[in-house]
């Protein structure tokens, strides 16, 4: 693969998809391969049957290389589940002098203060992303390269992963012989994908409800200020129409998807659906307003849990942009009116933007992630992404995490 191709693979609990894209002179992504296959092994976003999971991302990988005619030697892959802990840290460096101007090393000191934890043994790293800097006491600078100063305080956002769902994870990818690149804490992803700069300065919480599990994210001030992963997701809501209905959860999905909605006074009375059926009775008859009856306990439930992490974190207030949706289950229809009658604010539905070529395939919620991947690698290898500057992308990465990353490139060239 040429420095301008770049692969992704978001692994998740209802399906793993793999895309190769190319960088275009405009600084955008043309697809040119889209593999999706039905996720096995996986549950709420971890591995839990590594044979599964590693034939499943085998599949996806095979078809974005056959669909693109590129070998994937290597690529950006999504890492989740409720295993993954974020917490906020500060770190100082005192600038020597006063004379010289805030550099690099300046800032790699203070992130280095900022990471110098005492994690168990059994958790590990996977981002420290630079929040805004502080400079002799004036807060919330974007970019203290430059500055004068006597002292630096880095304002840090840590995500943390149990080492052992990160170690499964990492066993399934380069089973199918394709290294990793970096592992992206799917929020983080999602958020590069479809969420917008004014969004993120006057404060939005990203929603990314998967499969298995709901990915949060919060903006404040144009920085990531909170992420956190729920145990519940789309599944839970085919889950209940199982229950529900007495039907196969293969049918209840398809039911799901073709005739769900999350507001039952949208929905005709008198309107019903066939539905296969346990039973003598195969296929039987159910009205369609029981059906999103169903689905909006369920994401009321959903929507009561995310105001709940929020509110927590102490964001609630600091709210105006809203929620944007994303994940397969925000194409779920009336899911957003429903979400902004439960939460009483702005909600919108994300869609990954600035994709060309196999850009029709990806015009879903859905593939938030997967897309963002693919900005996340344009963002490390220097391009501008579009134009969008994320925080998550400040030049703030520790010389260690940047050596790392440059042994596993070298690794994709180097045969074993």
Excluded at 81 to 104: D, L, V, W, Y
Excluded at 195 to 219: K, S, Y
Excluded at 272 to 281: D, R
Aim: hydrophobic content about 40%; charged content about 20%.
């Amino acid at each position: 693969m040429s420095d301008n191709i770049l692969a992704a693979i978001d692994v998740g609990s209802s399906k793993v998809c793999t895309l190769v894209a190319e960088i275009t002179s405009d600084e955008d992504l043309r697809i040119l391969g889209v593999g999706i296959t039905p996720s096995q092994g996986v549950k709420k976003g971890m591995v839990d049957n590594i044979q599964q999971a590693s034939a499943a991302i085998a599949a996806s990988v095979e078809r974005a290389e056959r669909s693109s005619g590129s070998r994937i030697l290597s690529a950006h892959v999504s890492i989740g589940g409720n295993h993954t802990e974020s917490f906020n840290n500060r770190g100082i460096a005192t600038i020597p002098g006063q004379e010289r101007p805030i550099t690099e090393v300046e800032i790699e000191r203070g992130m280095e203060g900022a990471r110098n934890l005492n994690l168990p043994a059994n958790r590990e790293i996977l981002h420290e992303v630079a929040r805004f800097f502080v400079v002799d006491g004036q807060e919330h600078v974007s970019d203290p390269i430059g500055m004068f100063g006597q002292r630096l305080d880095v304002d840090v956002h840590i995500v943390s992963g149990g080492v052992t769902a990160i170690q499964n994870l990492s066993q399934c990818i380069e089973s199918t012989g394709v290294q990793i690149e970096n592992l992206v804490f799917s929020p983080l992803a999602a958020a590069d994908a479809v969420l917008e700069d004014e969004e993120r300065e006057q404060g939005v919480v990203l929603v990314d409800i998967g499969g298995g599990t709901t990915d949060i994210a919060v903006f404040v001030e144009g920085s990531i200020f909170h992420t956190s992963v729920l145990p519940v997701g789309g599944q839970h809501l085919t889950r209940d129409l199982v229950a529900g209905l007495k039907a196969p959860f293969s049918s209840a999905e398809e039911l799901k998807i073709a005739h769900g909605s999350a507001l039952p006074s949208r929905v005709d009375a008198d309107e019903t659906v066939e539905v296969q059926a346990f039973g003598g009775q195969r296929t039987k008859e159910v009205p369609r307003r029981k059906i999103a009856e169903i689905l909006q306990a369920r994401v009321e439930e959903i929507l009561e849990m995310i105001y709940i992490d929020v509110r927590r974190a102490g964001f609630d207030e600091m709210i105006a942009a809203g929620i944007v949706l994303c994940g397969g289950t925000s194409a779920l229809h009336g899911i957003a009116e429903l979400s902004e009658m439960v939460l009483r604010m702005p909600v919108r539905v994300g869609i990954p933007r600035g994709v060309q070529g196999l850009a029709d395939s990806l015009n879903s919620p859905a593939y938030g992630t997967s897309v963002g991947l693919l900005r996340w690698a344009m963002a490390e290898n220097g391009h501008n992404s579009n134009g969008h500057k994320s925080d998550l992308h400040l030049p703030t990465l520790e010389m260690a995490g940047m050596v790392e990353s440059a042994r596993k490139w070298l690794r994709t060239l180097v045969p074993k």
